[in-house]
């Protein structure tokens, strides 16, 4: 217990001191590494709506590289969205190697779209995920709103089905290696006072 706690803690200090901000990006996706069937062998990539990505790359030279994208937009005093701040935090190989091989033992390949699923609840407002996965001849991705809620099962008196409990599990397996909510409050609480907008939230920070 006291080992496991240890290793969050320096896991965490590490996030924080290896992170780097950037300033006036106006695409989101500049961050997004392109597959190469020369190069990579696979690409697991976790989208936490527009404000969050997990990115975790193995080469086909049995070598691992993964990062963590915060990006929120900086508005002024209408709301007007003017430029984006964005961190990016490389993550340690070994992690990057054994979230892949526990994403894969997971069953991460076999998750369906919501779409795709019966009784799976979607909704307009609130915070999709998209897990994503990119192999030679493969590009999938499965996305879940509100993924950790069941709030919206019990307001419609419908079973959370299956496929949406699987999601949830590997959803877990992440957080218990690299806590996404905590890593962005970490972000969130080191921007300059200003106004920010994210997920449809608006953020002034004084």
Not at 13 to 38: A, M, R
Not at 48 to 54: K, M
Not at 95 to 107: A, F, H, P, Q, Y
Not at 173 to 199: A, C, H, T, W
Request: with cysteine; hydrophobic share 35%; aromatic share 14%.
């Amino acid at each position: 217990m006291l080992l496991t706690i240890l290793k969050n803690f320096f896991f965490t200090f590490f996030l924080s001191l290896i992170g780097i901000f950037s300033f006036g990006q106006t695409n989101y996706e500049y961050n997004l590494t392109e597959f190469d069937s020369l190069l990579h062998e696979e690409i697991y990539s976790v989208d936490v709506a527009e404000f969050q990505r997990l990115e975790l790359i193995k080469f086909k030279n049995e070598t691992y590289e993964g990062n963590l994208t915060h990006s929120v937009w900086k508005t002024n005093k209408k709301e007007e969205q003017t430029s984006i701040i964005s961190q990016r935090i490389k993550i340690p190989e070994k992690l990057v190697e054994k979230l892949i091989t526990k994403l894969k033992n997971s069953g991460y390949h076999k998750l369906k779209d919501c779409s795709e699923i019966k009784n799976c609840i979607k909704g307009l407002d609130g915070t999709t995920i998209i897990f994503n996965l990119f192999q030679k001849e493969l590009n999938q991705s499965a996305s879940f709103w509100e993924l950790k809620s069941d709030y919206y099962y019990k307001t419609d008196s419908v079973e959370i089905p299956n496929e949406v409990m699987d999601a949830r599990k590997i959803l877990k397996i992440i957080n218990n290696e690299i806590d996404l909510e905590k890593q962005f409050q970490n972000f969130i609480s080191r921007l300059p006072v200003g106004i920010y907008m994210f997920n449809g939230i608006i953020l002034d920070k004084k």
